[in-house]
């Protein structure tokens, strides 16, 4: 969220207590934060908080949709200035992981719930089917007008997507340097 943008008295109390929760799920983890926590964090009563947001998991779905934004709006433009389908496609991985960067301790507690697709956080469930579309679209942008058979151009996106969550879960799970 840019400061330029003005925000209402709803929005900014909302992006406050959405502000509050990701730093307390930073530091303290997902499943040790509470929403008393975060109400508090947020200098909100509790009632004001669920007002806002009714569950952990609606703060994260909020997460989830504040990443694909910004995903979006940083790897379209840089893959519009991008020489070819090899540099699109760097761009369309690079951004996430450099948007996602800090989050390693809140993905890594919420990846348990990514291969069950019957619960509301999961990355291949109905309940995230616009942030999975969206992503989908920033590889359908990487690929562009690269010359592919009408199949492979059909499903291309979608296999580029499920390479993109193996690489984030490879990233969560590496403590290599640097």
């Given at each position: ?82 020489k ?33 697709p ?35 151009r ?24 640097g």
């Open positions: 969220m840019t400061m330029a943008t003005k925000l209402s008295k709803r929005d900014a109390t909302r992006e406050n207590i959405l502000t509050s929760a990701l730093k307390l799920f930073r530091e303290k983890g997902f499943e040790q934060s509470t929403m008393r926590d975060i109400a508090k964090a947020a200098g909100l009563s509790l009632g004001a908080s669920y007002y806002y947001f009714k569950t952990k998991e609606a703060i994260v779905m909020a997460y989830y949709d504040r990443v694909q934004a910004e995903h979006t709006a940083l790897a379209i433009p840089a893959m519009r200035k991008a070819d389908f090899r540099a699109r496609l760097g761009v369309a991985m690079h951004t996430k992981l450099d948007i996602i960067k800090d989050d390693r301790r809140l993905l890594v507690a919420l990846f348990r719930y990514g291969g069950d019957d619960h509301p956080l999961s990355w291949f469930g109905p309940a995230t089917k616009n942030q999975r579309e969206l992503a989908m679209e920033i590889f359908e942008a990487a690929i562009g007008d690269e010359k592919l058979p009408k199949d492979v059909m499903l291309a996106p979608r296999l580029l997507w499920t390479a993109h969550m193996g690489m984030i879960l490879y990233f969560l799970n590496d403590r290599s340097a």
